[in-house]
């Protein structure tokens, strides 16, 4: 059974830690990172979080909702000047680009300049409808829900440049 957890303006279950731990999933929307994180620590979610991933609790997420994860990424959070971010809760030790469609987002090229200069270290980048398939800290696939979309790993090419080499994403199918 679905629910929600909700901190304005108060809790809205007795007992958070309780209620995180009794979940199979833990998925986070979209939103600004940094304030994202900010509530949660003000809150020690962070702590909890990191025992329900600990316990095998699944985190899922999308846009800041994945990024909080990670180490960081670009974010929005500040302003629309896509700033480098890397105050992650850092399950996932890596660098995360979210949003990172070819056509029209600006977080694409921001990310591999980031990597580019060093100000970020390598990680993964996805396409809207794209999913990074962790065990642990190791990523295991790249999943697409929409066709035709794309995943990455960027990493520094040690001549003021970066290198992409594209993670093939499987369809992902729902259950019967």
């Known amino acids: 059974m679905a629910s929600h957890l909700t901190l304005f303006p108060q809790p809205n279950v007795p007992d958070v830690r309780a209620h ?3 979940q199979d999933v833990i998925f986070v ?8 994180l900010a509530v949660w620590r003000a809150h020690r979610l962070d702590e909890i979080i ?16 994945s990024l909080c994860w990670h180490l960081g990424g670009v974010t929005d959070s500040f302003g629309d000047s896509l700033d480098p971010f890397t105050d992650g809760l850092s ?11 070819l056509a029209d987002q600006p ?6 300049s980031l990597v580019a200069s060093g100000e970020l270290p390598a990680g993964y980048a996805t396409e809207d409808g794209t999913a990074l398939h ?15 979309r794309h995943a990455w790993h960027v990493a520094p090419d040690g001549a003021d440049g970066y290198a992409e080499t594209p993670i093939e994403a499987r369809p992902w199918t729902p259950p019967r």
């Open 20 to 22: 995180l731990l009794a």
């Open 29 to 36: 929307s979209g939103g600004s990172a940094v304030n994202l």
């Open 50 to 65: 990191r025992e329900c991933w600990e316990a095998g609790v699944v985190l899922a997420g999308q846009s800041a909702g």
């Open 91 to 101: 399950f996932l030790p890596y660098i995360n680009g979210v949003h990172d469609d």
């Open 107 to 112: 977080r694409r090229e921001r990310y591999r």
């Open 134 to 148: 962790y065990a642990d800290t190791e990523l295991r696939e790249a999943l697409a829900v929409w066709p035709g």
